[in-house]
């Protein structure tokens, strides 16, 4: 067994725990394929494929990670849930994140048919129903639809922890900066990200939100489309999406401070046409979605300070939040937005039979979400307020376009980045893995 490492390298220790933090997210990858082995003996995979044990009480809430915000804390009536900084939200239950049921990414993932040309992936049954199918198979039917909508939008609730990053993160990363509209005809080239479609950059300083270059839409190209095949087999009709939960009534997320210039920014972002409750706002890169921040528009007094240091940082200020790193790096500064990143962020990339004509501007058509983003930078993405002569960056930059640590170099202090891979024929390949001979003890020793 590896010890996990408690030694302290030449970083501050705040920002040594945001790069392990950093680090730690891919691994959710890991835990899904080996949450299920509990101890080495049942282990059917004993050869160097397999994944860590797990040590006990993985399950429980690291007594000193912070509450989650979305559930009540203790003791609060009318019961109140809070953000890490301490502004109230309105509590949330799973059944306050019903999963999109529209097949909305029907162009996304095309296979190819018996004629030999890419078309649609085909949900019905064979009696030509989308159906909700067998709750056990995974992928069927309805169910399908709603695995692939949350891979591609669903942050999970982690906006809460991308922000906590980029606001206390030393100069880490900024979002804000990372989805500068001004650049969105370079981020394929520079950083390997994936433009929405039915987006476009927006230049012009006079439409700035709150001070940001955001993308806008492209018109109506940006409202997300059912194909007509896309039917209800209870209705005949077109899929409606989910139906508003009864145990979820519609209040808002949190009490806004300044109810007018909350609801004209609301007013003011792109919308595609999902439910931004769950969704948050297409913040024009496949991914990244945007969510209003709490801490910046909520009805406490350090929400209002935060909205006027805002105002003279940056709104006020010209361009010099983009320009000047400081500004980004003050801990100080809340942003108007959090980003929840979906799966999608790092595993969606373009169909290698359907590849775009500018990578810059693609279409849904052209994009896959399982083949894996071969282009995607570490660097960029979780360090772009950082620059050559940083060593996180020098680290981040030495793993190839495409790749990640995932096996945590914390744990085993190798910075062994992989390649995002592909989601294909798992169920085969860990059939196959499982012939591999065990791992000897005698043999491990030569
Ligand atoms: C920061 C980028 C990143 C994000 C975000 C991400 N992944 Fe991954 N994913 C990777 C990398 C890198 C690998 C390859 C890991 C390895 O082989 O060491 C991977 C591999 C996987 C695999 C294994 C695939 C196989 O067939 O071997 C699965 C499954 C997976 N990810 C699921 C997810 C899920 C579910 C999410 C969202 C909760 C997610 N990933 C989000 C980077 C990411």
Not at 234 to 240: M, P, V, Y
Not at 334 to 346: H, L, Q, T, W
């Amino acid at each position: 067994m590896r010890e996990p490492s408690r030694s302290r390298g030449p970083l501050p220790c705040r920002l040594d725990r945001a790069i392990l933090a950093l680090l730690a997210c891919p691994a959710l990858c890991l835990a899904m394929l080996g949450c299920t082995r509990a101890n080495a003996e049942d282990n059917p995979y004993p050869a160097a494929n397999h994944t860590p044990d797990l040590v006990k009480g993985w399950d429980q809430q690291d007594p000193g990670a912070p509450p989650d915000e979305a559930q009540a804390r203790e003791g609060t009536n009318p019961p109140t849930a809070y953000t890490l900084h301490g502004t109230p939200r309105t509590p949330r239950t799973k059944y306050c994140f019903p999963a999109e049921t529209r097949n909305v990414f029907s162009q996304v993932d095309m296979v190819v048919g018996k004629d030999g040309k890419l078309a649609p992936f085909n949900w019905a049954n064979i009696a030509g129903q989308i159906d909700d199918g067998d709750p056990k198979c995974f992928g069927c039917g309805r169910n399908g639809i709603r695995g692939q909508n949350t891979w591609i939008l669903w942050g999970e609730g982690n906006e809460a922890f991308w922000d906590w990053l980029q606001r206390d993160g030393y100069g880490l990363t900024d979002f804000m900066i990372l989805l500068d509209s001004r650049q969105r005809d370079h981020r394929f080239a520079t950083a390997g990200l994936i433009n929405q479609p039915g987006m476009k950059k927006q230049t012009n300083p006079d439409n700035r939100i709150l001070g940001l270059y955001l993308d806008v839409a492209d018109g109506d190209k940006i409202v997300l489309q059912q194909p007509p095949t896309d039917i209800d087999p209870k209705t005949g009709q077109l899929e409606q999406g989910p139906p508003p939960d009864p145990h979820h009534p519609p209040k808002p997320l949190f009490t806004p401070g300044n109810p007018k210039l909350y609801e004209s920014v609301l007013a003011a972002l792109p919308k595609d046409g999902l439910d931004y409750t769950v969704y948050g706002y297409p913040s024009g890169v496949m991914g990244l979605r945007l969510m209003p921040n709490p801490d910046f528009f909520g009805d406490t007094a350090a929400a209002k300070t935060a909205r006027n240091y805002w105002q003279r940082q940056v709104v006020s200020n010209g361009d010099a939040y983009y320009e000047d790193m400081k500004l980004a790096s003050d801990p100080n500064l809340v942003r108007p937005f959090r980003v929840a990143m979906s799966c999608g962020f790092c595993h969606i990339a373009y169909h290698p039979q359907n590849p775009p004509a500018d990578p810059e501007h693609p279409e849904y058509a052209n994009m896959s979400s399982t083949i894996g983003n071969q282009f995607w930078r570490a660097s960029k993405a979780f360090a772009n307020l950082t620059q050559e002569n940083n060593a996180l960056f020098q680290f981040l930059n030495s793993q190839q376009p495409g790749t990640i640590d995932t096996s945590l170099v914390s744990t085993d202090q190798i910075n062994n980045s992989n390649t995002i891979t592909n989601i294909w024929e798992v169920p085969a390949r860990l059939a196959r893995a499982s012939l591999n001979p065990p791992e000897q003890p005698e043999l491990r020793r030569v």
